[in-house]
């Protein structure tokens, strides 16, 4: 399938880790046709997934910085900007369990903490990017929620849950708002998955055990949800919106 | 992006009509490299389909066949087996909308219900239960059922309908969880307003002549006010999706309802 992304210009956050969604879906987005993606994060490995990206014959630069600083992503989209002169696709994947204090224990700092990662990053890199979509009457975001919203006793991440559950409605709320202006909006909830979510080195481990309880019997990998990520960028989704897809292996069916 | 489809076969039902969803997913696995696309309808322009469908290099077989009738979707399968030996993918389109407007409850015809129930819920249980067992010896399979934006859409007026599609939504989430284990998933794409026959339904009976093309051209404006997207959907974006769903690149996707109506319904 084309999915049409030559001529396209697309900004990935949280593409730093080199076992994570963000370099998955930015190699994704070269491989499949875009002509530059532009890198985010607070890691100095971004600039790795960077030269790699340049290795497939694209365009690419890395901008090391602090996605919830309004300075820096203000900076960030500035410097896309002055190299690539647009910006198509918006994925916003950048984010993480920063409060692993169990409920009870919770202080509202350690809340703040999970809010600010997960939500005020995607409201500042969106704010940023939204006026020079509407200029070109064109643009595709996609965040990557959770399937932690749908899933409960887990002892911790109760914040992490509700953030993601914030970019859930953020995505609602922007992609009713932009359509207008030819923008659409998309969030990807991932189920577990071998990133640098899960702390420590066991992490095909504990995969192993969730997988006993996921209907299709394995995690995800990063290519699952760079696929569907594509899919949204692309105008073959072109009359969907709004949308907040599980790729969880049957583990979320609400 | 390579979907994988090499060597596949599909089923695809209600493929009849020529500006149909079923027809536009037929020809859209073909193009996307399926080996072998079988469709099926009880309405003869399935030929039609059929032969579209062998245009793109693919094999294709077209089988006339009454989804309400369980021996006839039996019959169906099992000439599609024998030909191509097996069904990796099953997209359940066929359906149709038998009343519009919501009436009281006192006032409902049951048949019309039933009718109803036996055109878009029976009918595709009968199809799935005849597909799926070949499809957990082979261990693998992909349903993708086509459901509706009318479950959330209650100012669409229709009721049975939008019932038996609800029933759709769940029936791909049952079939997910319980045949997750042997590789076959299941998702549901729930369309928006398209221009297909669809339609016809719900002019059907109403009083004095139908309307002109300019004040269909205003309905529609005045409908399409209230889309987010501004757009009706066209077969080509029911399509997409759902071959997408079909394939490879979504394996870990499974027991999902997915709304393509332009940011109508955020659920």
């Known amino acids: 399938m084309d999915l049409g992304f030559k001529g396209k210009v697309a900004l990935v956050t949280g593409c730093g880790s080199q076992i994570g969604f963000g370099r998955q879906i930015a190699l994704l987005l070269a491989k499949e046709g875009c002509d530059a993606v532009a890198v985010t994060d607070i890691i100095d490995d971004v600039q790795k997934t960077a030269d790699e990206l340049k290795k497939l014959g694209k365009k690419s630069i890395a901008v090391k910085g602090d996605i919830t600083r309004q300075a820096d992503v203000q900076s960030l989209v500035k410097k896309v900007m002055d190299e690539f002169k647009r910006i198509d696709i918006l994925c916003n994947v950048a984010g993480g369990m920063a409060n692993r204090v169990p409920f009870q ?95 420590g080195p066991n ?52 | 992006m390579d979907l994988g489809f090499k060597g596949k076969v599909a089923l695809v039902t209600g493929a009849g009509s020529q500006k149909g969803f079923g027809k536009e997913i037929a020809l859209t696995l073909a ?5 072998a696309v079988v469709v099926t309808d009880v309405v003869d322009d399935l030929e039609q389909t059929a032969a579209d469908v062998k245009k793109t290099g693919a094999k294709s077989l ?48 049951t048949d ?5 129930m036996d055109l878009n819920l029976f009918g595709m249980m009968y199809v799935s239960r005849a597909v799926v067992p070949q499809m957990r010896e082979m261990k693998h399979g992909a ?38 284990k ?17 339609g016809a339904v719900l002019r059907e009976g109403q009083q004095g002549p139908p309307p002109s093309p300019e ?21 080509a974006d029911i399509a997409n999706i759902s071959v997408l769903m079909a394939s490879e690149a979504t394996s870990y996707i499974t027991g999902q309802i997915i709304q393509v109506s332009g940011g109508n319904v955020m659920e």
């Open chain 2, 215 to 235: 004040q269909m051209a205003k309905m529609r404006e005045g409908m399409m006010a209230e889309f987010p997207l501004g757009r009706m959907g066209t077969p």
């Open chain 1, 203 to 254: 992490k095909e481990e504990m995969i192993g055990m969730l997988a006993k309880s996921i209907p299709l019997g394995r995690g995800a990998t990063q290519t699952d949800i760079a696929n569907a990520t594509l899919f949204f960028a692309s105008e073959m989704s072109g009359y969907i919106t709004g949308a907040i897809l599980h790729v969880s292996g049957g583990s979320v069916l609400d």
């Open chain 2, 182 to 198: 042997y590789g076959i998933r299941c998702n549901c794409i729930a369309p928006g307003p398209a221009p297909t026959n669809f």
């Open chain 2, 62 to 109: 077209a089988v006339k066949a009454d989804i309400t009738n369980q021996a006839a979707v039996e019959a169906m399968v099992k000439k599609a087996l024998g030909q191509f030996k097996k069904i990796d993918v099953l997209c359940n389109v066929a359906g149709a909308i038998l009343q519009k407007d919501f009436m009281p409850i006192d006032t409902q015809n």
């Open chain 1, 105 to 199: 224990d919770s202080k509202p700092e350690d809340w703040d903490k999970d809010f600010h990662l997960n939500v005020t990053s995607i409201m500042l890199t969106t704010q940023a990017v939204l006026p020079i979509m509407r200029q070109q009457k064109y643009g595709s975001i996609i965040n990557i929620g959770s399937g932690s919203t749908r899933m409960y006793g887990h002892g911790v991440g109760n914040s992490y849950a509700m953030s993601k559950s914030m970019v859930d409605t953020l995505t609602k709320q922007t992609a009713f708002n932009e359509a207008k202006n030819g923008i659409r909006c998309n969030c990807v909830a991932p189920g577990p998955a071998p990133t640098n979510f899960l702390p």
């Open chain 2, 31 to 35: 193009r996307e490299g399926c080996e």
């Open chain 2, 112 to 116: 019309t219900w039933k009718k109803q």
């Open chain 2, 143 to 180: 349903i993708v059922n086509i459901g509706s934006g009318s479950t959330h859409q209650f100012k669409m007026g229709v009721q049975v309908y939008a019932i038996s599609k609800y029933a759709i939504d769940l029936f791909t989430k049952q079939l997910a969880y319980v045949e997750g």
